[in-house]
């Protein structure tokens, strides 16, 4: 299966608010790299290196260029941190029935929320951290953004939808057009 070219249609700028803390949920792809077992790896790969997908590597882009913390939504682990290294696989949400998907997207929303107090249990903040000093921007498809986005904002986190509604060649268009910025 193809991506889509990106949209020539004009694109208007689109600011993100920053808060205390920001992180960016970016949705798997799809398209995989071609993938050759290290036995040296125990077979395992970073996100970067298994998935081949432009849109992915555009949202990576983003967040790199934005030097913001960004962790990717996986069928399979969930979140999948950029350095973790983990074996390749080959599930999507389409095959998860409404519980899994369901236990899948609170599974994940907690994972987040712990990360509001992970650096305050290592000592590196003092002061507890509230839910509403956290801004997720989540840059994936509805499958992934929409339960996952309803469930955090229960929780007092601001949550963002840059790509809310546009198809893979109108986001396309929204990175490689630099009007996506954190204000």
Known sequence: MSEEKPSTAPVESVVMPQ???RLILIGCSKTKKPYTYDRRRGGKITPEE??????FAKRVAYANRKAMQWMVLSAEYGLWEPNCER????ATMGEKSDAERAVWHTRVAY???HELWEPMERGERENEMRPSELTVE???GKDYARPLADILRSCGVTVLLPCEGL???EQLAL??????AAA
């Open 111 to 113: 994972c987040v929320l």
């Open 138 to 140: 989540i840059h994936a």
């Open 50 to 55: 298994m998935y081949g997908g432009q849109l």
């Open 19 to 21: 808060s205390a803390l």
């Open 87 to 90: 074996k390749p696989y080959e």
């Open 167 to 169: 198809g893979i060649g």
């Open 175 to 180: 990175y490689t057009s630099g009007r996506l």
